[in-house]
């Protein structure tokens, strides 16, 4: 009897160790701007360019993606200050407004004042974040950030002076990056990477859920995975490069047939990133395949009626077969529906993002340097 107990009682500790970030899956920028009317004028002035945050200029880039949704709420400093930030696998940078900025983008968002709080140091350095459409910069500081209940100790991250105008519709206040120090603007070492090196997590691992199409329910989980979230096994990929969560994809098929990444490619995991982007060549190919008609804005446009009969889509990745099938890479809205494959130019590369993550709970292993994917839930 004392055995099972003892057994018993591990295993609830180590249940304990998961630290859970609920994630809100709120109105997107387009959403908003089409409500108050102001879209098209809007995607006119900022036209989207989902790989200006993967162009390495030594400044951290982040993209102007309208149809971001999944929130997460942190606190910073004592007593704490919440800002939502959208989780960035995409990036490594932590940043929010600041009440030195005169933005317009700052005025409607949660602006952090490092004065009332007791824990907060100045940073020795400026920073300055490139946009697909402007930039954000500001100073580094340095205080407590608590996320999913972790509370991390001399966190470095970016307070901001100016914000790119299109910031102003992005529904969340900051960015929490969670990628590799290797691509962080000034060399701050990132909020997941102090998780591990102050000891709060078990494993140094996070896992991010998607839920399809309820507000509630998404997740980061930092220190593990979470065995609901997910069906069968797990399939490990290495990392082909520790800077975003990248990976070798192999090809992308429909009924057998290559249709884009013929010979191999690269692609990166990234939840800040709401489509799948791929060089424009290849995702023009695809939405032709699927019949789908793209619009001067790059938007690949199909009826509704159709989604029942659209071929499924395949992403090998490292030998695995990853199919995502019409229901989850259309989408619907009261302006009509439309694929979730986007134009990402000339670039050779990839980014597999929230259109991908809601079929497959991603896991990222920062230690052993491997993706995990499974089946979503």
Not at 19 to 35: N, S, V
Not at 122 to 148: C, F, H, K, P, R
Not at 359 to 374: D, R
């Amino acid at each position: 009897m004392m055995k099972w107990l003892v057994v018993l009682s591990a295993l609830v500790a180590f249940s304990e160790c998961l630290h859970r970030m609920p994630l809100i899956k709120g109105k997107t920028a387009r959403q908003t701007l089409q409500e108050q009317g102001k879209w098209e004028e809007f995607r006119k002035q900022y036209p989207y360019n989902p790989m200006a945050k993967f162009v390495q200029s030594g400044t951290e880039s982040m993209t102007n993606d309208a149809d971001l949704s999944y929130y997460g709420v942190v606190s910073i400093g004592t007593p704490p200050q919440s800002f939502t930030v959208i989780f960035d696998t995409g990036s490594s940078n932590l940043w929010i407004p600041s009440v030195y900025c005169n933005s317009q983008a700052c005025q409607n968002h949660k602006k952090f004042n490092p004065q009332q709080s007791s824990t907060f140091k100045w940073g020795n350095e400026a920073l300055s974040i490139q946009y697909g459409t402007g930039s954000m910069t500001g100073y580094l500081a340095i205080d407590t950030v608590e996320v999913g209940g972790i509370s991390v100790a001399n966190q470095v991250f970016g307070i901001s002076q100016t914000e790119a105008a299109f910031m102003a519709s992005m529904a969340a206040d900051g960015i929490l990056g969670l990628a590799f120090q290797s691509i962080a603007s000034d060399n701050v070492v990132p909020v997941f990477d102090n998780m591990i090196k102050q000891g709060l997590v078990s494993q140094p691992m996070f896992s991010v859920y998607l839920s399809g199409n309820s507000e509630q329910g998404s997740e980061v989980v930092f220190g593990g995975t979470d065995s609901n979230h997910y069906t069968g096994q797990i399939t490990w990929i290495p990392l082909s490069s520790a800077t975003y969560w990248q990976i070798s994809m192999d090809s992308v098929t429909i009924n057998g047939q290559t249709v884009a990444c013929s010979g191999g490619c690269q692609a990166i995991i990234d939840t800040g990133t709401s489509l799948i982007v791929g060089p424009t060549n290849d995702i023009n190919n695809m939405n032709s395949w699927v019949g789908a008609s793209t619009n001067q804005y790059g938007e690949a446009t199909v009826n509704c009626q159709n989604i029942q009969s659209m071929p499924d889509v395949t992403f090998t990745l490292n030998g695995h077969a990853f199919t995502v099938p019409a229901s989850a890479y259309v989408s619907q809205s009261y302006y009509g529906c439309s694929t979730g494959f986007g134009q990402g130019g000339s670039q050779q590369l990839w980014i597999l993002g929230d259109v991908f993550i809601r079929e497959y709970y991603a896991v990222f292993n920062a230690q052993s340097q491997y993706i995990g994917l499974a089946k979503s839930a």
